[in-house]
């Protein structure tokens, strides 16, 4: 059952970042505010998975669970969910445009990050709770 779960997340990834990014590249990019607080709050998140991703390969999640507490899942799920949209932003919303600045391409891009954090989310999900 889960691998047809990581079949499906690839095709659902793929739609909903391209949406996305076209609404980012056809609205929001001529929002100078909405586009600086949305690039301010990505770099967050993205900072944030960064802190995430070194935590969870030295330490392991049960270790990384120890260590932060309960909330260390609820904020993993939280990143798993704003990782994708927030590398949008990034990339879309910022002030040069270039080759990595195009919708389709960040669309790709995007959900490409997408199913690592399907499998990343797979493996601590997995380590933390067990195959059930």
């Known amino acids: 059952m889960e691998l047809f779960g990581i079949a499906l997340s690839i095709p659902v990834a793929f739609v909903a970042n391209m949406l996305y990014c076209l609404f980012l590249s056809r609205v929001l990019l ?10 301010f709050a990505s770099w967050l998140v993205i900072t944030s998975f960064t802190a995430e991703l070194a935590l969870l390969v030295t330490l392991g999640s049960v270790r990384s669970r120890g260590l932060l507490g309960r909330g ?20 879309v919303l910022r002030p040069r445009r270039g080759f990595f600045a195009r919708w389709y391409i960040v669309g ?12 990343l989310q797979y493996t601590v999900s997995e380590s933390l709770y067990g195959i059930e």
């Open 30 to 39: 001529k929002l100078e505010r909405a586009s600086r607080w949305l690039r």
């Open 72 to 91: 260390f899942y609820v904020a993993h799920l939280v990143l798993f969910f704003l990782g994708p949209p927030a590398l949008a932003n990034l990339l």
């Open 108 to 119: 790709a891009l995007c959900t490409a990050f997408a199913f690592f954090l399907v499998l």
